[in-house]
Every structure is written in structure tokens, then in C-alpha cells.
């Protein structure tokens, strides 16, 4: 077994562990302790009360769901676009599926902005400066981390299995 499944492994099986102790504590499942732990990220990151930080959280929350919903809509029209091409539909066809695809583009820009302008409500400019940018680091810590998975996928599959019996794995 990898290193790095062990890891894996060994933190959902504390998952599992905490989990029913924070719903006996806390009464609402794993839900309720997301929640709270985003809840306690908030208040620590931007000096709020939990109080703000529990609107702050349903600002989001309501804010991904809305995304998740349009993001949805317009993937449902890239495939219809991508048939659309291999089947070599008309120019008017394609031209009115690109042109609802740039209107789902143009109204998940309005949600970002539309949580900006919330959380600038709530929190004042420069808790809301802070979290932008901590919005935009999340995105590319994923990113970096999906961009490493690969490349480590993409050397291990160069890498030729040895075919000495002395080697004695990691």
C-alpha cells in the first residue's frame, strides 16, 4: 500500500471516529459539523462573530448552490453543442447555443458579483478584500494540487516496474 493512501485512509478513519461524537455533541451530522467548522474558520480568519459568520456562511452556501445549478445548465448545453458539431448542424444552430452558453458565462459572473456585493454588506471592504483573496487561493491550491496529482500520475506511468525480486517496495 502506497504512503499516500495509508494517509489517506488513516484521516477518513478518523473521520469516521469524530463524526458521531461531534453529532451526539452537536446534534446534526456531519452537516452540522462542516458547519461549524466552517463557521469557526470564518470567525478566526476575519475577526467576526458567529452571529456574522453564520450569515456569512449562508451567503455562500446560497451563492454554490446557485453556481452548482448554472454550471450545471451550461454543461448541459456544451454537450449539446458538442453534438451539435459532430453531427454538423447548421451555423444558425451552433450560433444560438454559443450565444446561450456566453449568457450562462455572463450570469455565473453576476453570482460572483452579486456575493460580493453581499459579503462587502456584511463584512465592510477590507474583510471582504480578505476574503476574495482567500476565495481565489483556495481555488488555486486545488488547482496546484489537481496539476500535482497528475504530473505524479503521469511520472509513475513512465516509470518501468522493476523486475529484480530484491526490490522490497516502500
Not at 31 to 52: E, H, P, Q
Not at 83 to 103: C, N, T, V
Amino acid at each position: 500500500m502506497s504512503k499516500r493512501l495509508g494517509i489517506i485512509l488513516a484521516v477518513f478513519g478518523l473521520f469516521a471516529v469524530i463524526m458521531p461524537v461531534r453529532a451526539e455533541e452537536g446534534g446534526g451530522g456531519i452537516f452540522a459539523w462542516w458547519g461549524n467548522m466552517r463557521r469557526s474558520g470564518y470567525t478566526k480568519a476575519y475577526d467576526i462573530d458567529t452571529a456574522t459568520a453564520d450569515k456569512l456562511a449562508e451567503i455562500v452556501r446560497n451563492s454554490k448552490l446557485q453556481q452548482k445549478s448554472l454550471q450545471s445548465e451550461e454543461n448541459a448545453l456544451l454537450a449539446k453543442l458538442e453534438i451539435a458539431l459532430s453531427e454538423k448542424k447548421s451555423d444558425e444552430e451552433i450560433s444560438s447555443l454559443l450565444e446561450q452558453i456566453k449568457a450562462k458565462k455572463n450570469e455565473l459572473g453576476q453570482v460572483e458579483s452579486n456575493t460580493i456585493v453581499k459579503v462587502q454588506e456584511l463584512l465592510g471592504i477590507q474583510k471582504t478584500a480578505k476574503f476574495v483573496l482567500s476565495q481565489r487561493g483556495m481555488f488555486q491550491r486545488v488547482k496546484g494540487s489537481v496539476r500535482r496529482s497528475e504530473s505524479n500520475t503521469e511520472s509513475r506511468e513512465e516509470v518501468k516496474p522493476r523486475t529484480s525480486s530484491s526490490h522490497t517496495g516502500y
